[in-house]
């Protein structure tokens, strides 16, 4: 069936890389999407790519996608406090869409 | 306009109480969603509405029952629940169109508390 899969805890120092990993199981997914989550607040998008391209690159994040490992990245570089946050991994059909979250990464910031 | 706003932020209410959350879009999105989030878990999809008909609905009991009035609206109507319901109830909204992304956007949430 379908899968998601994310290490659920990251701790950085401000200023370093951060990389947060997944897997998933279903080959026919098109879209993979990042998602964060403040404490308390909804889900906001952060970027997604497309499955036939291998990276995408947005201001300071990147995303590699590795088709042949079902493997997800996303690279911040730059960390700061504010990106302190839960980040989930996602897949999907894209349009009407029922995406498929991980469990999520708690990325920590600190000095 | 690219929010989507839900009311209330929080709920509390008792196993016999009737309620209901709100959702709204202005965003001329025609999919809504409804998604339950337990504490420290992803969000769990509930139902679809696409083009204002339940599209899907994921096996949520009875107790929990979705309107979707018009394009912009979609509420959840709360009747008998358990302790167990309560958690963060995001509401999203999406194009519908082929070949569009699917980004889902999200509301706040509502947090329903059952006593």
């Known amino acids: 069936g379908e899968d998601v899969e994310q290490s659920l805890f990251l701790s950085v120092r401000e200023g370093d890389s951060s990389v947060i990993n997944c897997t998933y199981t279903?080959?026919?997914?098109?879209?993979l999407y990042w998602y964060k989550q403040e404490p308390g607040a909804g889900l906001q998008l952060l970027t997604y790519?497309?499955?036939?391209?291998d990276m995408k690159q947005d201001q300071r994040l990147t995303v590699l996608l590795n088709k042949k490992d079902k493997h997800l990245s996303l690279r911040i570089a730059d960390t700061q406090t504010g990106d302190s946050a839960i980040y989930f991994c996602?897949?999907?059909?894209?349009?009407?869409?029922?995406?498929?979250f991980g469990a999520g990464t708690r990325l920590a910031v600190h000095p | 306009d690219t929010e989507v706003t839900q009311t209330p932020k929080h709920l509390v209410m008792g196993m016999t109480n009737k309620k209901s959350l709100k959702c709204e879009q202005h965003?001329?999105?025609?999919?809504m969603y409804w998604y339950k989030q337990k504490a420290k878990k992803p969000p769990e999809l509930m139902f679809v509405?696409?083009?204002?008909?339940?599209?899907i609905n994921e096996s949520v009991p009875s107790r929990f029952s979705p309107e979707c009035p018009n394009s912009s609206l979609l509420n959840l109507h709360l009747h008998a629940l358990q302790p167990e319901d309560s958690a963060l109830y995001l509401c999203?909204?999406?194009?519908?169109?082929?070949?569009?992304?699917?980004?889902?956007?999200f509301g706040e949430g509502s947090r329903l508390t059952v006593l």
């Open positions: 999203a909204s999406s194009q519908v169109a082929g070949g569009d992304t699917g980004e889902l956007f």
């Open positions: 279903d080959s026919s997914s098109t879209y």
């Open positions: 509405y696409s083009y204002e008909k339940l599209s």
């Open positions: 965003m001329g999105h025609r999919a």
């Open positions: 790519i497309f499955s036939n391209m």
């Open positions: 996602a897949e999907g059909s894209g349009g009407y869409n029922k995406l498929i």
